[in-house]
């Protein structure tokens, strides 16, 4: 069993930063590629990075150049960056991992991010 803990959330003005973490624990094998997701209120669950186990970064449009994807293999840990925060970016973050060991990824349970004034 991998469980992943998302933390780092909170509530933050527009135009502020957060650092979200996101371990994971339990009986790993080799993590592939790990990523972010996020579901705002009343929409889909979408994509916002990803990151393999080279190091090898994606973001997607919405978020190039605010936010910065990484991660600590000898940890299992992943990181996001959010920088210069706006309000669409509130919604609650999943991490995801991806593992030899199945053909789908593992979840976390998310953590709430709120960009307010």
Known sequence: QVQLVESGGGLVQPGGSLRLSCVV?????SLLTMGWSRQAPGKQRE????????????????????????RDNAK???????DRLKP?????????VWTR????????????VTVSS
């Open 76 to 82: 299992n840990t992943m990181f996001l960056q959010m």
């Open 25 to 29: 624990s339990g009986s790993i094998s």
């Open 47 to 70: 994509s916002v990075a990803m990151i393999t186990s080279a190091g090898s970064a994606n973001v997607v449009d919405s978020v190039k150049g605010r936010f910065t994807i990484s």
């Open 101 to 112: 060991a199945r053909t789908e990824p593992y979840w976390g349970k998310g953590t709430l």
């Open 88 to 96: 669409e970016d509130t919604a609650v973050y999943y991490c995801y």
